[in-house]
């Protein structure tokens, strides 16, 4: 296993919810010296220092400011820490005729549900308890295989290979014991965060699946792990962002993970909403900048939106493009799309294209078929709230949302050296349309 993988899988272990994901990042960025802000606190920011900054505990934005007085503008870099799941409701526990405790569950995003059933799975998130003078939050994760959702007997759906409809509220129960389990649920929950069951006003809990990852194939060329979309675009472009050094850097480097974008990022912690806008003000005007300063620092910035696109399907060639067609190992994917639900353009794709030739980093372009839909993801979304010059980019992937998906090994790396020479490159307009790097 190469050192990247290895790190991406422990990435991926300890960050089975979004909470989680965002904890795993804040603690790297403790250890290498970055501080913690709080929007409800004023900040104090000195050029040569490195910060971050998260909402609701599940998105996080990091920044370096550069030593140079003279920085020009923003290299942002977001991705999304959320993956489709199943959210564990309120009054969780449902009887089956006294011999089997169930818990109830609804659909966060849109998963490949059969991926979901017959392997072991548990239960993350975070509770909410009483303290002394108000409320806090606890981040709890079940470590051990805790609920499984079982298939239903072939012999009791006979067109179980022939298509089948999955309907949340019945076929996507995950069972979590016999009859004695009744009542058990919540008092799991509190022994594992440490509390009394009565402190508990209320919890964000999710399902997650207990597989580890895995590297396979003929030479070790693919790797398989739950969560792949899209932590692995968190995972490597954080660590391209700690590359970043504050004494060489030209502009100032951003690395955005946000929740929710599987739901459509409309939340006040998704990329629908004024986090990246309100950062980026804070920057400009804790540095001491006017009003006209943060505009011309916008408009001189370039952000790439990661997150994964799909591999060309071994047993389905046909529902590619015929002339853009992504394989594993070849690469970062650059993603087009005629109506811009892909935010690159010639202009953007261009400059992306440019430096990773000059790192020496493969690049290879996706466009949906044209009479395919397609999915969308948060560059767009982002860029009506902040606009600017976007490029929409991601690693191959196979079975994108099943809840084992599949990669390639050497993209891993590829995906770290792109973005990192994204950052290292300062790239900035010197006027509309014409960018120096
Ligand atoms: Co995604």
Redesign the pocket.
Known sequence: MTPSVEKLFAFLRQSPTPFHAVETIRKELDAQGFHALEESARWTLRPGEKYYVTRNLSSIIAFMLPTAKDWSGFQIVAS?CD?PTFKIKSNAEISVRGNYTQLNTEMYGGMLCASWMDRPLSVAGRIVVRTGDGVATRLVKVDRDMVLIPNVAIHMNRQANDGVKYNPQVDMLPLYGDGEASGGFLAEIASTAGVQQQEILDTDLFLYNRMPGTVWGKNGEYISAPKL??LE?AYTSLQAFLRCDVKTLHGIPLCCVFDN??VGSTTKQGADSTLLYDVLRRITLGLGQTEEEYYTAVASSMMLSA??AHAVHPNHPELTDPTNQVFINKGIVIKYNARQKYTTDGVSGAIFKAICQRAGVPVQTFVNRSDMMG?G?LGNISNSHVSLNTIDI?LPQLA?HSSYETAGTQDVQYMIDGIAAFYQSGVTAVKDGQYRF
């Open positions: 999304h993956s979309d899209n675009c974008e599987e997150d994964n999915g993801t991601g994108m």
